[in-house]
């Protein structure tokens, strides 16, 4: 099985800085790697998904991780965050032959004006 | 063209009643998953259906919960005699086929059930 470790429960960061939110993963088999968002009372949204190539990947909303498969990390970034940024991300992982998802427990990053 | 659709978006029930939540996948799609979010936690894969088939329920509790996608109509994730435990946001996710991980299901919006 696989499992997702989000290092940081909280970030708070003001406007306009840089945010980095960790992740890192186990698993004994190739995995694919996604940053979900989840703004208030609402579903997931997929920011961005690793599948295999380039190690840096880049979604929406300026959004870009880099997989880094000797410190099984998939950290999340961003140069310059906005208020409407602010909403709970969540790192998930899931075998490239399986059939669910194995989600972190959440970072939620709070936008300070 | 419209996503995953889940209803009630909010549902309040007391002890001992049942819960039924409902799923309607996007259009084209066969296959159904189910999550639970407990508070301050990710999400938890519970079940995978198929039209008419559960695939894996590993994530199922053994009692009191239930899934079923028929050959008409949504899924419905069922509780029975719900406990203050069973208050949690559920996720319901579709694709296409089998196999699908790689795209990065699309979520719909959730049922958040209270039990007082």
């Known amino acids: 099985a696989q499992s997702v470790t989000q290092l940081d429960s909280q970030v708070p960061v003001f406007e306009e800085a840089p945010v980095e939110l960790r992740c890192n993963y186990s698993s004994s088999v190739s995995v694919y790697l996604f940053w979900y968002v989840q703004y208030p009372n609402q579903g997931l949204q997929l920011l961005l998904k690793y599948l295999s190539g380039s190690t840096l990947v880049k979604g929406i909303n300026g959004f870009e991780a880099e997989f880094n498969k000797s410190q099984t990390s998939f950290h999340l970034r961003k140069p310059s965050v906005h208020i409407s940024d602010t909403a709970e991300y969540f790192c998930a992982v899931t075998a490239n032959t399986g059939n669910q998802f194995y989600f972190g427990t959440g970072t939620s990053l709070t936008v300070i004006p | 063209n419209a996503g995953v659709m889940q209803n009630p978006r909010h549902l309040v029930r007391r002890r001992g009643q049942e819960a039924r939540l409902r799923c309607s996948p996007m259009?084209?799609?066969?296959?159904v998953y189910w999550y639970r979010q407990l508070p301050e936690e990710g999400l938890k894969f519970m079940v995978y259906?198929?039209?008419?088939?559960?695939?894996?329920e590993s994530g199922m509790p053994k009692e009191r919960f239930s899934a079923e996608f028929p050959k008409e109509g949504p899924s419905i994730l069922r509780i029975q005699q719900v406990v203050r435990g069973d208050s949690a946001a559920y996720f319901c996710a579709s694709s296409p086929s089998r196999g699908q991980t790689m795209y990065g299901y699309t979520f719909g919006s959730g049922t958040r059930l209270t039990v007082v």
């Open positions: 259009k084209g799609h066969s296959h």
């Open positions: 259906l198929q039209k008419e088939n559960i695939i894996d």
